[in-house]
């Protein structure tokens, strides 16, 4: 048998199948997504209209989930009607949506007869205006309807958007306080900003996260284990390292060396920013912080802007990761201009809300 010899042209026929594939579970996403967000909003609204009976809200969302169940089979149990009525709640639009939306029981998307033009192209309209709203999954809206908070719910759901985050990374994320440690370093704008744009990296501090949590790596809080060991665990889960570090970073080396007068050093990580343009240097502590290691990262970090980067990259930035730091030791040590050399505390296991709670009065 005679093998296909056009192979670009095969592999072209093979990405466009993929693609509209993908495509075709993206569109189903976006229309359960909007369908379960139209069923909270009817059940919200009859539950307003009924208020006055007492307990309607609940015998209504029994009734309709054993009619909805007889008709379509599992999915529409109470607690399910319950998580849509809380995901419309959640993720209510503006109020002239709302109003056009309202009164339109018959035009919405279990409708079984047909609407008139007029209708249509109303509805049409609102969801267009939904699907732009409703990036993600029904199961990742599953999660961002627990996090009560409006403004840090917005930031998990932009994140997951633009990072393309799974449902288990957005709950990791979530889980380690991505949030609440990118807000301890800024201000009010700052973190308003979070909510409405996600993290946006213009500045090296804007990557710096304290405390960053390495629970994915395996090592218990009490367990002990050298330089060494912590790097080389890092490095087998590189991936879920890269996305603690956040936005940008791309590995370069591990135990880089770097040498002059006859004396060599080796720095433990070395990555690449590519929104900053700069490499990214971090030095791994298994004690207290000291002084000495705040001025050998500014060793590194002087080298590497002499000698490696180039004309059109911004200067290198230097982490230390330590398991205890003395802010003083890091405030007296760096210049009061410092914006090269970052010094942050990691964790091996996720802090509870109590060590979460204690690192913002910090």
Known sequence: MNKFQNKDFLHKIVGLLDDARKNVVRTINHTMVITYFEIGRMIVEEEQEGKERAGYGKSLLKEVSKELTKQFGRGFSIRNLE???????????????????????SATLLRKSKPNSATASRISKNQQELVVKFNLSWSHYLTLIRIDDKDERNFYEIESYKNNWSVRELKRQYDSALYTRLTLSRDKKEVKELAVKGQIVVSPKDIIKDPYILEFIGLPENTKYSESDLEQKIIDKLEHFLLELGNGFTFVARQKR??????????????????????????????????????????????????????????????????????????????????QIFASKYKTILPTLAEFESIIKE
């Open 83 to 105: 998580q849509m009525r809380k995901f419309y709640i959640a993720y209510s639009i503006s109020q002239t949506l709302s109003a056009e939306l309202k009164n339109e029981k």
């Open 258 to 339: 770097i040498s002059f007068d006859d004396k060599h050093f080796r720095i433990d990580l070395v990555f690449y920013n590519r929104i900053l343009n700069c490499f990214v240097l971090i030095d791994l502590k298994i004690g207290d912080l000291k002084h000495q290691d705040i001025g050998q990262m500014q060793m590194y970090v002087n080298f590497y802007d002499r000698e490696l980067k180039l004309d059109s990259e911004n200067k290198t930035i230097g982490i230390i990761l330590c398991k205890n730091k003395s802010e003083a030791v890091v405030k007296y040590t760096l210049p009061e201009n410092n914006e």
